[in-house]
């Protein structure tokens, strides 16, 4: 226990905290983004909401969730605290800002996009998980993203969003490709692919989402979205 400890007050130690929790959220992000592409069965939501209702109802996935949360919440904490720690032993700032070797540039950007990533989490669980799960809602859950997404600027930010998520993304991988040691010749086209596949296929899977339905999903119950399609721009 004080070994482990101890190996959590290194920044190595944070390092692998940050990179095995990030791993997790990845996967869970695959399993969000698998579960989400339901959304587009074209049946009304009949698919999605059993879906919903196997995660809801399931006492494992309910206690993968704790696991989850406890993983963002680990990941966030030692990424701001390495960030601190590595401010404090700098001795002095960089004059050039150069992307590729300026360390402290590209430090203070990861924090910024983490930080976003983070803000983007409170807007999407308070819009999605809260009222699903812990306040209450006559809405089911196609209905309520059918809703939200009825909204073209919460779509747009959305987009942002995930833009900014794929960047993180990009950026994690090559830190925690570093931080295992995976920095390697013989696999690099591998590792290059699984890269490539979270930090641009999967944030452009969950941007279709918005997208989708915007344009080809009529949301009867908003009227925003009746003013937009009838002005063509919200109003
Ligand atoms: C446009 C794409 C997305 C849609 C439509 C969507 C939809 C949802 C919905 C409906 C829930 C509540 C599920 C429930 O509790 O019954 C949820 C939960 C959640 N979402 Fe998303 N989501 C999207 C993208 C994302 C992204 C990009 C992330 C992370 C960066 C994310 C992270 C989470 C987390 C952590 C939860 C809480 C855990 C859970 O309920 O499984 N989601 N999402």
């Known amino acids: ?69 406890l993983s963002l919440a680990g990941h966030a904490l030692s990424g701001v605290v390495l960030w601190i720690q590595n401010r404090r032993a700098r001795p002095q700032k960089y004059k050039e800002f150069r992307l590729d070797e300026n360390t402290e540039l590209a430090s203070r950007i990861t924090m910024l996009g983490g930080s976003i990533v983070f803000l983007f989490l409170v807007v999407h669980l308070s819009s999605f998980f809260f009222p699903l799960r812990i306040t209450g809602t006559p ?44 920095v390697n010749k013989r696999y690099k086209a591998l590792l290059d692919a699984v890269a490539f596949f979270f930090w641009f296929l999967l944030p452009a899977g969950f941007g279709s989402i918005p997208v989708y339905f915007f344009f080809f999903v009529k949301n009867t119950a908003s009227p925003l979205v009746l003013r937009t399609l009838e002005h063509g721009w919200p109003v």
């Open 1 to 69: 226990m004080k070994s482990l400890v101890s190996l959590y007050s290194s920044s190595i130690g944070k390092k692998i905290v940050m990179g095995l929790t990030g791993l997790f959220l990845c996967l869970f992000l695959v399993e969000h983004l698998a579960g989400n592409l339901l959304l587009f069965a074209n049946d009304n939501g009949h698919l999605y909401e059993e879906y919903s209702r196997i995660l809801v109802s399931n006492p494992i996935i309910r206690a993968i969730e704790i696991i989850l949360f």
């Open 139 to 182: 809405m089911t859950a196609y209905e309520l993203v059918r809703e939200k997404f009825s909204n073209p600027w919460f779509g747009l930010f959305y987009l942002v969003a995930l833009v900014i998520l794929g960047y993180h993304l990009k950026h994690g991988f090559q830190s925690a490709f570093q931080t295992f040691g995976l």
